[in-house]
Structures are given as structure tokens and as C-alpha cells.
């Protein structure tokens, strides 16, 4: 049961969450203009790193809120959260 | 001490309340206590925990359990246990205790209440942290417990204080991320023999801690030489325990150890009564203050010897152990029905190693250890390294054997895994513990390895000329012990495994008789038979009532998501294929939602209650996603968007009633209401009062009928539905279910998400490309129409299918293929499959629905259906049997 | 010991006296060389050697053999998949197994006791159904229970009304069973050490040595190994692989969880699973319970998944299987599934000229460890994809040809 901090409410369990993979994917704003393998690398393609990664999670069962947050995948460690939009702190690295 | 009374093996004992199953046989000097799981070898107690190997029993009192360790059962009047050969048995009655949990988050949670976690308690404590101190065992103290002595006042004392927490007989299970605990305690066993269905048997706690002290002790380990199993063969620290307690059916002992414990363990033995012959040890110039008390005890000491065999006596239980040299050489008996086995302390370090932290091999204590502090995490007392200091071990596992005695040499008892099964894995290219493990099963069983692991590590050492940190580290699993499922499972059994969700008019469905259909989480009314009357001929009936006269559904579990905000309408035409900005206020609209893949994704009926206020619904299970889906487009790609989305599933109740009389039946529910054609066209939604509630009518239809859809708050849910019962009923007003809606619209080629959909159709596959808006520069999914495999021709489309005969109805699923393959064996080419399939009121014979390999084009084409035992002829067709031209829905 | 009624276990026979070389070191350059000492991988060297003569072969593990997901999963095997694609490649898979004990002379306890999935609600049972019609046009075997059915092949399921998610029908393939995941990959493991594969374990891929596009060896921890071709059988660490590599794979690695319970007397010879209630169990030959659970929603390299995911899978346990109601959970654990979009796997070609990928078997990869191992061994000989492996190509996300097993698989295959 991850511990997950949403920058709005704080840190709360896991089954309040529902994951959304990693940040910072924008959709194209020109999708007509892409050929079809830049469309399909913005469908499928999430980089899936073994380490720390910056991912997107939905407080689904408290403020509903979207928000981005480093994340170690080797252990599972959180680094800082933050609000979408707003400056990507640096990797915990 | 009061005495109770038990039953092991059919036949009865006393004991002494508190003192474990094993402890009373063995005061009832019972020394074999079962037979090993393969080689039938008679097994006694050896350890005194949660480490034993060997003796568990399966119990038949209260509310039963298979397997346990008897070393861990508190004895009570009446308790009923059985030994078992390392299986469980799994009666089939239910087990009707209480099982509950409990969260609790706390400053630092503690684990162990020896000695070192008492002192960690006390300094938290002292700080002012609130404390939360779990132990397995029934009382505090750690080894001092073991060991008669007196827990020291000041310490035992913190477990009463204020911002301290004392949880006895509770076992911390696992250790997770982010300092998060699961234990169990057990809460009625010790109590008496009943099954408890108020105060629950077994509480799974889960406490998120803001730090984790692990002082978790350690356990005795046993040495491996041959016949190291017979009765009587115990660790030496659980031998003079019991011993020292009273639980004594010995006479004579040897101790044999690699370390100075089996010297304190030899006094005890001999203060108790039972005469020592001799301390065997490995090491040849033992010294320190244990040694010096064990000669000052006039004990005999033999040095630089082991324990290589030993000798049974007639009834199985150990007679003599005979001592030589490391190398087996030299060896001679001496007797002891006791031979007590101090082979090294090893530290429990299972919680750090769930968590990823590794245990080092220490050479000066023989032992793996965890000395570990961050801010999550510390470890303390024998954990951390922490023996007392007079302990000296030598690193030794046992002697050189013959391939005989390697036979009958137990590395994992419970497994009756030997030190042949784990040579020939060393053998055999083994050098992973992971794989002597999987090679010889040692590890595997109900102890998981707590005696054996270490050991084992140790083995492959010596075996390959290794420390045992060059083999591997310690890797071990949650749970610690092993754990029942019912309570794990909680109170989350019966009708508490997942909520039900309900509609107002619930109740009503019911008391009607009607089954009920299970939609995610919803109940929904499947259908309201009549007396006598079958599914099918109920819902013949409901068809033919909507299409003649007129039915009543409710539809309140659709999702209902209240959308408001200046850009509402700009957001909507991203989300939707087709075009909502353009919307009129107060007008409705069917709209399709795909993923960025282009797949239909949901669908649902949009309307524009004023300028800036709309109201989507959404397909019944389709709602959360939906609302989800929506905020993950305005918070995460265009916050610039003034939206909000607000879930009023739960808040709206929705009658539908449909059929040619509903404009009768609506006029008279809402008398001020025009529900003239010209007044109220179709997709139009009015305001009025129905039955005396304001509700918001809609004009839509999801059966190709005059419908009209009320919606009012929730809670008037039921009165509505009442008073169009009542008001109806001289128009022979219908209720009617799920079934009934899907023959209805299935009957109007509408699809149903979910059915007609798999995730793998775009709009176009569903013959719905007039939704695709061409006017829009963009929405979500529309890229992916273009890509090569989804602008193909030959997709698979939506059409209809209608049997040669009409009496039969093909079963949903059902895969088409080519009219010229019906009689081809299978394997065979299939063109598409059946995703609807009713018995049709209106049509007088059944029909389908299916998605075939350009479906579009192959109308009039003659299709076949395979199955086991028949094949079905049928003909392709459009997927609109009723009202092609929209006729009805006016009225 | 009176009036005493004990159950006793059968005891397993032994592993052969010579397995592998203990300790293999690397020699300076191989034909091919397969990384990842998993059960696809090492079938995929055994396939090489004995259907292609391709022996100068090295498996190089960054653990122990067998370590990863084939020493994790819960040894389901069955070919009843939805789509033509996948009934191609895992019947095949089937098929092998059906003949490999034999073949490779190795004992697997590869038991057809069949596998039943059963259907909760009105939609569970028509795409279940859809299911069992696809297996018959396929010609993949599968028989509809029903209710009553599914409680005389097993009869602890409960099949009552009343509970929750009542068990409205079941399919079931009577080829599907099970097998010993450990014994499956020494077996494999063993015959193509026999057949002269090298066996190199600690051994980690630390780079690639690419030259114009084309790979021409590895960088290890235990040194630079030359090959003509390397095939990437990884699993879970897929993506880092690729990565070094210089390319993306759609994958996402995630963790699934699986337990055990201690012996038990024998109460269940089938193997059951539903995804409606996330319950997939078997009870093995020496009398251990097996359960699947779902996978855990976020991306993880820590073979460890959360503990509410065991605890929800146990409530539904119990509903299902009262009498497991006192059964003890013994050991949990977690393995790192790669997922691709579609949940079916990724074979074939890659970006890079000689540098094969086999991923993307989600939670479903132990059956399909013959079937997987054949046709990527074909892959890697003839430099092209078998025509099983041929819509499982990299492009079907360029074309959005994809084969999406999602639906009719449910979370565990």
C-alpha cells in the first residue's frame, strides 16, 4: 500500500489513487500533421524506467485532482509531488 | 496455576493454563508427537516458537484450524488437537468467527517487546511520539520471560503509558514501503475453546508508522549431523526452557554447541533437575563467564567434538548421541534422552528483508544480522548484532558425514530434506540458495525456512569453500506466519464483499419478484415476471407492451455527470466524435466518445440545460471512467478550459416511459405540460411538475418509441415511479427490465457499449459514421482513423443477421463464418460473431446483431454458424429491424 | 497416537545428479546470444540447437536461472484465447507441451486437469461465451458449464444464488492444466546445456555494441561478449534493455502477485479462474493452494506488490471456495510483468539489424514458454519472423493492428 502525497491533501494511501503513468506526455496539437509513427509514439509509447520516474496520479477518492510526482521504481520511494503545470522540481537522483 | 484439561490425539491431558500445547505433552512426557511428512520418521518439539520445525497439529475445537505449530498454542479446556504429518486438513463446514481490521497510524510502531524494543519504546515515548509496541507472545519481557527473570519495572511500565500502544499475541506479518505494517493478533483463542462470532477471533491491523523499530530477536539453530531428528533432540535454549518450567520428562542431557548458550542452556537443564553427562563443543579452547559457570557446575565439557549420530531407543525416541571429531572421525556414545542442540543464534531478520534491506553476515556472532538506521527503518537488539557479548560462536554447521549418515542427516526437518538431497544439489551446478532451495525443497515449508535457511547458507559455505554471504542473502516473504484466509478476508465476506448500489426504486423491483441483473456494481431489475410466466415469455410480453401500449424502466443507474463552465461546449466537442457546441439550450444529443485510438470508448445522451450547464449521462458501468476521463483531459491537457464536472449519478432518479401511450400517460402525470409533438419535439426537454415533484423531461428514446425520460431528485425516485404506476395502470402500464431495454433497442440497431463494442471499434464499424463530425479540426481519437490498419477496408462492421429459422435464437457470441464454409470442419475462417441475439415481439421471430468482415457490403449474403452439435444457416442483413424510417418516435 | 487421522503428502521424485556447469564463464563471442535465463529464453537456446543446429549459443542471466517471472508465476497453461492470432501461437505452445516432458526427458508434472474460467454476470457470460465459440471455430477445445457443471467438476465452488457474484457458467478447456514452473525451465535448461548451450548466470547486460545499426555483441558484467545475432527474452526489464539499445518499446512493467498456501489436503484438481472476482487457483501435486491476483496499477522494478491486493483477493476466495475459508496464506510474492498496450506479446524484429525482441507476455507468459521459445528461435535463425510471430510485430502500433486480449483475458491469462 503505496503512501502517495498528493500536493493537495497530503500523503494518503494507494486505494484513494488511480494511476495515470508518466507525466509530461502533451497531447500534439497538430495531430493531423503527424506521421503515423509520431502518432502512435504519443498513443503507446510511456517511458518505463528502472528508477526514478516523474508519473501522473488522480486523488480519485479525495480532491479528484490530477497532480505529477517522482516516483523510484526500484523501491518505491516518493520524491516531491507537485501540481501540473507548475516547475518540475529535479530528480531525486 | 489452574489446570485445564485437552485432548491430543484422542486422548486426554491436563496441563497448565498459559503454557503452550507443546509444553503440557511434554509435561505429560510425550516426546514423539507425530511422523515426518515422507520418510514417516517419529518427529518430537524442538524449538519453542514460531521456528518449529516439527511439531504441528491440526485443531478440531472452536473454530478449527489446520496445521499450526503447537509451540504457539495456548492450551484451553476443551481445546482438541490432532498431530499432522505436514499437510492440512480443510473440513467443509464454514468457519463462523469474527474477523475484523484495523488502521492506525502512529509515530513509531515497534516490533518485539523484548528487552531492546522496550527501551525503544520508552525513548520514543519519552519524546512524546505516540508508540505502538507488537508482540507475538502472551506476555513482555523477550528472553527474560524464557528465562523466569524479572522484566525490569521501568521498562515494562512504558507499555502502560498514555501515548503507548501494547499489542500482545500479535504478529507483525509484513513490512511494506513508506513504513506501512500488516499484523495480526489473535484476540479469543487463549481465552477459551468456543468459536467467537461477536469479539473477533483474529484482528488484521495495518499501521502506517512514521518509523519502524525492528527488534525482532532471534531464533536457536540446530546442527546437521545424522539422525538429528529422533524425540528427544531439541535446541537448547527451548529444551531448558521447558525444562525450567516444569515441562520435564528428561533424565539425562547432552548438550552439543558450537557457541557458549549451550553452556547457560546446560545449567539451567542441570539447575531443573536433569543430570548434564556432558557439553559437546566444536571449539577447542572455549572461554567466558557462561563456560566458567557451566564447570563451576561440576558439568563435563568434551572440546573440539560434535554431535556426528546419534541412537534410538525402542520406542524411537533418542537414547545416546555418539561424539567425535569434525571429520566423523573418533566417535563414541554417550547417553542423554535429551540431547540439546545449540547451533547459533539467527536473528529474525524477515521484516527487513521484505522491505529490501539485507542482512550481513557477521563472522564474530556467526550470524546474519541487520544493523540498519535511516529514518524509516532501525533495528535493535539481537537483530542489530546486539548477543550479550558472551557468546563466542564458532561458524559450523555439522560434521563431515558418510553417504549413509548424510541420509538420515536433517537440514529441513519438516521437508525431510537431508544433507544428501543438499549435496547432490552442489552437485548438480547448484550454488544459488534459491536453487539448492528448489533442488532439495528445503525452506518450503510451513516455517519457511526460519531454522533451515541459515543453515543452509552456512552448508553451502563449507560445501564450496565460501563465507555464507558469498552464497546469497537471506530472502524471505510476508507473511512471517502463516495466516488463516478468512481473516485476511475480514469483514469483507458475504454480502460485504463488494457493495451493492441501488436505485431509489429498489425496493419496489423487489417486492415486484423481479430477478436482478448484476451491472458492476449495480442491482438492476432483469425482468418482472407474472405468475407462471418464464424469462422468456416475460419479456415477449414487456417487448410487446412498449411497442403497443407503454412501459415503464428505471433508469436511474445511468451515470449522470453535471458539466458547467463557459467552455463546456468547446471541451465537449474534444471529448464526443460529433458536435455539441452548436446544441441548442434545452435540446439533447446522442454522442460517441472514443479513446486517443480511435475505439469507442462510451456513448451517452448530452443536454444542454442553459448556456454554460450541461448534463452528460453515460453507460451504467461506463460512469467513474468517464468522469475520470474527463478530468484527466481538463486538469492534465487544458486547464485553460473553464470546466467542472461534477458526479450526480446518485442525486437524479430516472423514469422512463415509453411506448405509443406514454404521451397519454405523461399528459395526465404532468397536466400543465404540452406534450403536443409541435410543443415537445423529440431530443426537446421541458420542465413541469410530474405527480407534484419538478422534474426535467427528455424526449428520448432508446427503443425507437414515443419516450419520455423523468428525471427528478432521488429521493422523489420512488413516488414518481409509483404514481406512473398508478396513473398508468389503466393503460395497462408495464414494468419493465434490462432484458427487455436490450431486445428493444437491439430490435433498432442501437448498440450497446460493452456489447456491440470490445475496444476494438471505431465509430465507422458501427455503421455510425454520420457521429464523426467532419467539420471538427480535431477530438480525441479522430488521428487514429487514419492509421493504415483502422482505414482499411474489411473491418469488421455492424450489421444484422437473421436465421433461416426464425424460431431459433443463434447464442450471443456465436461465430459467423462464409454460407459456402457451413460445412467445414473446424479449423475454419470465421467472417465476424454474434454480439446480440433475442426472440423479437414485433418481429415474430428472433434476429441478431453481429460485427462480420465488411458487413456493410455483404448484405444478402448467406452466413453459417458452427457449433458443437448444429449449424445454423442464416443471411446477413441491415442492423435496423424496426421503424427504419423513425415513425414511431413522434407518436 | 490413537484415534489419530493423518493425511500424508507425496513426495516429489529427484532432480538429476548433473544439472548445468556450476560458475560458466563467457567465452570471447557466440552465434547467437540469448539474455535472459527465463523459461522463454531458455527454450527459445534449446529450440535453436535442436530445430535450427544453431549450438554456439550462450543464455546469459544477471541473476540465477529461472529467478524471474518463470520461477514466479502461478503455471497456468491453456490456449483458449479470443483472437485467431493468439489461439495460433498459444495452441502451439500447447501442442509442444503436450509432447515435451518426452521430448526433452525431463519430468514437469505437466497435469491436463483443464482450466475453467468462470462467469459472474449476464455480460461476463456472453463474452465468455464469444470465447468458447472462438475456441470452436479455432478448433482450440472448450466445453460451456454450466452452473451445476462447474460444481460436479469441482465441488467446492460455490455455485449458490446467493452470493454476491453468483457463477452463472464457466468455459473450460480440458487440454489446459498446469505444470512445475522450476522443473520446466531445468528441463529446458538441461537439454540445451546437453546440446552444448552455454549457461552464464550473474552475468548483467550493461550496453549493446551496435555499428551502423547493426549489433554485434554485448557489454556484461562479466565482460564484452561478441554475437551475430542477440535475442532479448527479458521480460519485465524489456524497456531497460531497449533503451540501451537506442529504441522504445510500448511496454510498461508492472507488479503481479501470487500465493501460496501450505499443504493442504487434496480439495481442487482443476484450475479455476475468475476475473470477475480477480481469483485464479490451483492446487498443486504435493497439496499447496496457488492464487494469482491482479496486477498492481502503477510501474515497478521491486517485485513486490501491495498487500491489499492479497487481502482482496482472499475475501473473494473465501465467497467462492468456503472451504478455504481456514486454509493459511504460507508466502506471497511479486513478479514484474511487462504489459503492452494490447496485453499480447511483442515478437520479432527491432530497429537494430540482428537484435530480436520477445516481451510483452504480461501475466501470461508461462504457458506459452514452448510456444514463445519455438518461434523466436525461428525468428533468430531465419533473420525473419515465424509466421506464428508475425502479427505480434513492433508495427501493429504504427498500424494499430492491435491484438487486444484485454477483454476476453482478463487481468491474469
Known sequence: MLHIPCPYCGPRDETEFHYGSEAHVAYPENSANLTDEEWAKFVFIRSNPKGWMAERWVHSAGCRRWFNVWRNTINHEFGPSYKPFTQQPKSPA | ?891 | MANMTRRRTVELPDHPDFLWVAEQKPKKSYDVIIIGAGGHGLATAYYLAKNHGITNVAVIEKGWLAGGNMGRNTTIIRSNYLWDESAGIYDHSLKLWENLEEEVGYEMFFSQRGVMTLAHSVSDVRSKQRNFYANHVNAVDSVWLTPEEVKEIAPIVNISEDIRYPVMGATFQPRGGIAKHDWVAWGYAKAAADLGVDIIQNCEVTGFDIVNGKVKGVKTTQGDIAANKVGMVAAGHTSVLANMAGFDVPLQSRPLQALVSPLLEQVLDTVIMSGAVHVYVSQAHKGELVMGAGTDSYNSYAQRGGFHVIEHQLAAACELFPIFERAHLLRTWGGIVDIAPDASPIIGLTPVENLYINSGWGTGGFKATPGSGWVMAATIANGEPDALAKPYALDRFISGHLIDEHGAAGVAH
Open chain 2, 1 to 891: 496455576m489452574s489446570t485445564v484439561n485437552f485432548t491430543f490425539d484422542g486422548k486426554q491431558y491436563s496441563g497448565q493454563k498459559g503454557e503452550s500445547l507443546a509444553s503440557a505433552l511434554l509435561r505429560n512426557g510425550v516426546l514423539h508427537f507425530t511422523d515426518s511428512s515422507y520418510k514417516d520418521r517419529p518427529r518430537g518439539v524442538m524449538g519453542l516458537w514460531v521456528e518449529e520445525p516439527n511439531a504441528l497439529v491440526n485443531i478440531d475445537s472452536g473454530a478449527g484450524e489446520p496445521m499450526v505449530m503447537s509451540t504457539t498454542i495456548e492450551i484451553v479446556d476443551g481445546l482438541v488437537a490432532r498431530s499432522s504429518q505436514g499437510v492440512g486438513d480443510l473440513p467443509d463446514t464454514r468457519d463462523n468467527s469474527r474477523y475484523d481490521k484495523v488502521n492506525r497510524h502512529v509515530d513509531v510502531l515497534v516490533v518485539g517487546a523484548g528487552t531492546a524494543g522496550l527501551e525503544a519504546a520508552k525513548k520514543y515515548s519519552d519524546q512524546g511520539k505516540s508508540v505502538i509496541v507488537v508482540d507475538d507472545k502472551p506476555a513482555a519481557g523477550g528472553h527474560l520471560v524464557y528465562l523466569g527473570q524479572a522484566v525490569p519495572a521501568d521498562l515494562l511500565s512504558v507499555l502502560d503509558r498514555e501515548n503507548v500502544t501494547y499489542l500482545p499475541r500479535t504478529t507483525v506479518q509484513g513490512l511494506y514501503d513508506q513504513g506501512y505494517s500488516v499484523a495480526t493478533e489473535r484476540r479469543t483463542d487463549h481465552l477459551d475453546s468456543k468459536v467467537h462470532t461477536e469479539m473477533s477471533r483474529i484482528r488484521t491491523w495495518h499501521i502506517r508508522a512514521d518509523h519502524t523499530v525492528l527488534a525482532t530477536g532471534a531464533f536457536q539453530r540446530h546442527l546437521v549431523f545424522a539422525n538429528n531428528d529422533r524425540p528427544g533432540i531439541m535446541l537448547s535454549h527451548s529444551a531448558a526452557t521447558y525444562v525450567s518450567n516444569g515441562a520435564n520428562p528428561f533424565k539425562s542431557a547432552v548438550v552439543v554447541t558450537v557457541d557458549n548458550q549451550g553452556y547457560r542452556d546446560a545449567v539451567r537443564l542441570s539447575q531443573a533437575g536433569v543430570t548434564v553427562n556432558a557439553i559437546v563443543d566444536i571449539r577447542n579452547n572455549p572461554s567466558g563467564p557462561s563456560v566458567e559457570a557451566a564447570k563451576a557446575a561440576g558439568i563435563e565439557i568434551i572440546t573440539g567434538k560434535t554431535a556426528i549420530d546419534t541412537c534410538e531407543k525402542e520406542d524411537g525416541t533418542v537414547k545416546c548421541v555418539s561424539v567425535g571429531n569434525p571429520d566423523g572421525s573418533d566417535a563414541a556414545c554417550i547417553d542423554g534422552d535429551l540431547i540439546a542442540v545449540s547451533g547459533g543464534w539467527t536473528p529474525v531478520v524477515h521484516l527487513a528483508t521484505f522491505v529490501g534491506i539485507k542482512p550481513t553476515w557477521d563472522a564474530k556472532l556467526a550470524a546474519f544480522v541487520v544493523k540498519h538506521s535511516d529514518s524509516l527503518t532501525s533495528t535493535a537488539g539481537m537483530l542489530a548484532g546486539d548477543f550479550g557479548g558472551d557468546d563466542n560462536a564458532e561458524i559450523f554447521f555439522g560434521p563431515t558425514l558418510t553417504t549413509e549418515q548424510a541420509l538420515v542427516a536433517f537440514v529441513d526437518y519438516q521437508r525431510d530434506a537431508t544433507y544428501r538431497d543438499f549435496k547432490r544439489a552442489i552437485d548438480a551446478g547448484m550454488r544459488s540458495i534459491e536453487h539448492v532451495k528448489r533442488y532439495t525443497a528445503i525452506g518450503t515449508a510451513h516455517d519457511q525456512g526460519k531454522t533451515s535457511g541459515t543453515v543452509t547458507m552456512g552448508l553451502i559455505g563449507q560445501a564450496i569453500g565460501k563465507a555464507p554471504d558469498e552464497i546469497g542473502s537471506l530472502t524471505f516473504r510476508p507473511p512471517y506466519i502463516t495466516i488463516p484466509f478468512a481473516a485476511l478476508a475480514g469483514r469483507d465476506r458475504g454480502l460485504l464483499s463488494d457493495p451493492e448500489r441501488t436505485t431509489p426504486i429498489h425496493a419496489w423491483h423487489v417486492a415486484s419478484g423481479a430477478p436482478m441483473e448484476d451491472v458492476g456494481q449495480w442491482k438492476r431489475p432483469w425482468y418482472f415476471p407474472k405468475s407462471g410466466e418464464n424469462m422468456h415469455a416475460a419479456v415477449l410480453r414487456e417487448c410487446a407492451a412498449v411497442r403497443e401500449g407503454v412501459g415503464v424502466m428505471d433508469a436511474s443507474t445511468l451515470g449522470k455527470i453535471d458539466i458547467q463552465g463557459k467552455d463546456a461546449g468547446q471541451f465537449l466537442d474534444m471529448i464526443y466524435t460529433n458536435m455539441f457546441s452548436t446544441l441548442k439550450v434545452g435540446m439533447s444529443r446522442y454522442g460517441l466518445m472514443c479513446g486517443v485510438d480511435g475505439m469507442v470508448f462510451d456513448d451517452g445522451v448530452t443536454t444542454r440545460i442553459s448556456e454554460n450547464h450541461w448534463l452528460m449521462t453515460t453507460t451504467t458501468g461506463g460512469a467513474a471512467k468517464v468522469l475520470d476521463w474527463l478530468e484527466e483531459w481538463l486538469q492534465t491537457e487544458w486547464p485553460h478550459l473553464e470546466v467542472y464536472c461534477t458526479s450526480v449519478t446518485e442525486q437524479i432518479s430516472t423514469v422512463a416511459i415509453v411506448g405509443p401511450k406514454s404521451r397519454e400517460l405523461m399528459s395526465r402525470l404532468a397536466p400543465a405540460l404540452d406534450v403536443s409533438n409541435e410543443a415537445f419535439a423529440f431530443m426537446e426537454n421541458k420542465h413541469a411538475d410530474v405527480a407534484g415533484v419538478p422534474a426535467r423531461i427528455a424526449r428520448i428514446s432508446f427503443s425507437g418509441e414515443l419516450a419520455y425520460e423523468i428525471n427528478v431528485p432521488a429521493i422523489y425516485g420512488l413516488h414518481i415511479w409509483e404514481a406512473v404506476m398508478s396513473q398508468g395502470a389503466d393503460l395497462n402500464i408495464t414494468p419493465y427490465g434490462t432484458e427487455t431495454m436490450h431486445v428493444l433497442r437491439a430490435e433498432k440497431g442501437f448498440v450497446i457499449v460493452g456489447q456491440e463494442t470490445d475496444g476494438t471499434q471505431t465509430p465507422d464499424d458501427l455503421d455510425m459514421s454520420w457521429i464523426v463530425s467532419k467539420k471538427k479540426d480535431d477530438f480525441i481519437g479522430k488521428r487514429s482513423f487514419s492509421r493504415a490498419d483502422t482505414a482499411r477496408d474489411g473491418r469488421h462492421q455492424l450489421v444484422g443477421i437473421l436465421a433461416d429459422d426464425g424460431s431459433y435464437v443463434i447464442p450471443e457470441g456465436a461465430y459467423i463464418v462464409a454460407g459456402a464454409d457451413a460445412n467445414t470442419a473446424p479449423p475454419v475462417k470465421h467472417i465476424g460473431y454474434i454480439t446480440s441475439s433475442y426472440d423479437s415481439a414485433a418481429l415474430g421471430r428472433s434476429f441478431a446483431l453481429a460485427l462480420v468482415a465488411n458487413g456493410l457490403a455483404r448484405k444478402g449474403e448467406k452466413i453459417a454458424i458452427p457449433m458443437a452439435d448444429r449449424v445454423v444457416t442464416g443471411v446477413i442483413t441491415d442492423s435496423v429491424f424496426v421503424d427504419k424510417e423513425n415513425t414511431r418516435r413522434d407518436g
